[in-house]
């Protein structure tokens, strides 16, 4: 395998259909630094790339932990005996096209990049800037690594929301302009809860084969579908009053309430989990107003569009809240 062909092939399997739940914070940081004096666009392009590379080494690690754990064929297995459960991840090792050794090297050669970018970044601004680098390796580690194995105790889905969330806005913004505001300490707290909804989202549609796998996501952590939609409202929801309180108090501009019209896309997902739990087999088809869902018709073959159409509209919620408030801060 040439190494064009090596790069791509560990690109796609470290799945960047995902990237946009960290590049998108991360760009919409960028965007609403670009009036502070220490302003460098370098520093903005290094760090996300940097978020970028280490969100591709954590897919990779967390591939690398899961199998290492129990392999991932046992997704396989449980659609045999019956249950409803996604198929496909980490076929690169199950059909033989990569080994276990192969995996870590990728996964570190990724969060070498980053650790390499995340370096020029700490020269120019400083030890906070290394704070940010060591706390985002050991929780993207920490995942589904031991010894704290995050992802098998609940604590997955906040750990997401964090990493991507306040710790990605709040370290690309300091590296792109040196400081901090409430501005960006807001904002990035809605943004976190819709990147852990992706991934809460996640846990509830694959609740049945992580529960017969011992997997404690927070979805099985509450067991009972009552608490787990209390859950998803809280999540879905609390981004507007996050965003409401900061406008009636002054601390945003009253023109972030644009924001809202997003509204119905969180409404339309927590309406389709709502009917997931309560009659799974009911379909549902992709609508103009939810945003982009390539591949539909591919996803209809293979059995995976009650997955797909919540997982993406999930996806798209978050990248459309992102652009709005990224064009008010570019028009502002």
Known sequence: MGMMALIKFWFFNARPRALPQSLLPALLAVCLAKDAPGFSIYLACAAVLGVLCAHLSANLFDDYFDYRKCRTDYRDTLKHEGFRARIGKCLYLTSGQAT????LAAALVFMGLAFILGSVILYFRGGVI???MIATAILCISYSGPPLRLSYRGLGELAIGLIFGPMNMLGTYY???????RTITLISIP???LVMNIVYVHSMLDFVPDKKLGKQTLAVLLDRTTAMLAVLFLVLFLPYLVIGY???YGHLPRFYGISLFTLPMASALFYMMLTYVRVPDRKFSPKPWMGPMPGWQRFEAMGIDWFMIRWMLARNLLSLLCLIIMALSLLA
Do not use: P
Request: aromatic residues 4%.
């Open 246 to 248: 900061g406008i009636f």
């Open 130 to 132: 290394l704070g940010v």
């Open 100 to 103: 276990l050794g192969q995996l």
């Open 191 to 193: 943004i976190g809860l």
């Open 175 to 181: 590296a792109t302009c040196g400081e901090m505001n």
